[in-house]
């Protein structure tokens, strides 16, 4: 069931009355709440004419227990960074890249920084901390309420994998996902968990731009369309829709993710000095982005970032051109140790080349 404070779901002990939501703490009525109440509430909808799904109590009301921000305005932003601190698998960028994506979105695209979801392993706050049950949750506050004119931002730093598709809706058998902080425990988040997130509350006049910084997340927002060269070598759009026809489109809105790497690609966190280091997406695309002097479109924006990243994997230093409350930390340019090129897709087609990009 969901909680009827904040949204988040959990399982209900058999014969239970009442749940206490692990994340806000707020006590639910099963049987108001629970499974037969809500599958009775959609018979007496449909029974009315009406063929949606009952309204969940408002935005503020549902995330305010778990303390994640009342947005106001047009621009909100969820930011994801998982340095795995302690494990095997520990990364030193994750968290850098999430700092410097907040002050990009906050000088340069005007983000309100009270707007600004950030989630990483180094909060204390256990809320926002980003394991798997946080990190949905977190998506459901970025889409909620979302209406005409709304910019989204969701960027992810951290791992990423593959594994094996469960539905048959993958041309390549496979489902990209990310990898959350308690992912051993409580899995990995697929793409088509992401896709519903995410992708599908989506109404119309709403853009929402995902930046992952993972290996294999190529497509890992499912969206229908992949910028690529074509077997002429020339670049177009190519269909991604799921051969079982399965519905992964948004409701109206528009949806597009810059990705690190292909699909079956790494994805490198760089290596600079002991003062700061970077993913190699969340650099190249902040300084792509920074030093523009004027308004790029999406295929300047995507050779840019490619071509950054191929200038640190030649130890060229001529793209370094940060802003100086961040260059200080950043003493030597970061080097990347792989050749990795940054991918885009989106859920509509339209021409990069005419296209300015904006947040």
């Known amino acids: 069931m969901e909680c009827g404070q ?14 206490q939501c692990a994340h806000c703490h707020g006590v639910t009525r099963v049987e108001r709440h629970g499974a037969v109440g809500f599958v009775r509430d959609i018979v007496t909808n449909i029974a009315g004419g009406r063929r949606t799904r009952p309204q969940l109590p408002a935005g503020p009301r ?15 932003a969820l930011l994801v960074g998982i340095n795995y601190t302690g494990t095997e698998d520990e990364l030193q960028g994750p968290i850098n890249d999430v700092n410097c994506m907040k002050f990009l979105l906050t000088l340069k695209y005007g983000f309100p920084s009270d707007c600004i979801l950030v989630l990483t392993d180094e909060e204390r706050n256990p809320n926002r901390r980003p394991t798997k049950s946080n990190i949905l949750l977190a998506m459901r506050w970025l889409v909620y309420g979302c209406s ?40 990995y988040i697929r793409d088509d968990e992401i896709n519903e997130a995410i992708v599908r509350p989506l109404v119309h006049g709403v853009t929402l731009h995902a930046i992952i910084d993972a290996c294999r997340s190529g497509t890992v927002l499912d969206l229908s369309n992949l910028w690529q060269k074509n077997k002429y070598g020339k670049f177009q759009w190519v269909d991604q829709n799921a051969r079982t026809g399965a519905w992964k489109s948004t409701s ?27 993913g190699a997406l969340t650099y190249s695309f902040f300084a792509a982005a920074w030093s523009a002097h004027r308004p790029l479109t999406y295929g ?60």
Do not use: W
């Open 252 to 278: 109206g809105g528009h949806a597009i993710l810059i990705s690190g790497c292909a699909e079956d690609d790494d994805s490198q966190d760089g290596v600079g000095d002991d003062t700061m280091v970077m």
């Open 300 to 359: 300047q924006l995507l050779s840019k970032t490619r071509a950054i990243i191929a200038d640190c994997n030649s130890d060229s230093q001529s793209h370094c051109n940060l802003p100086a409350a961040i260059a200080p930390l950043v003493r030597n340019v970061v080097n990347f140790s792989g050749v990795q090129e940054p991918q885009l897709s989106s859920s509509d087609k339209f021409d990069i080349n005419r296209r300015t990009f904006m947040l």
């Open 6 to 19: 904040c949204g988040a779901r959990f399982a209900v002990p058999q014969g239970a009355s009442t749940v």
């Open 148 to 187: 005409s004119g709304d910019s989204l931002v969701f960027h992810f730093s951290g791992h990423g994998t593959q594994v094996d598709d469960q539905d048959g809706d993958e041309l390549d058998g496979k489902d990209e996902a990310i990898c959350p902080l308690d992912g051993d425990l409580n899995g």
């Open 62 to 76: 549902r995330f305010s227990g778990v303390g994640y921000p009342i947005v106001h305005g047009h621009k909100r």
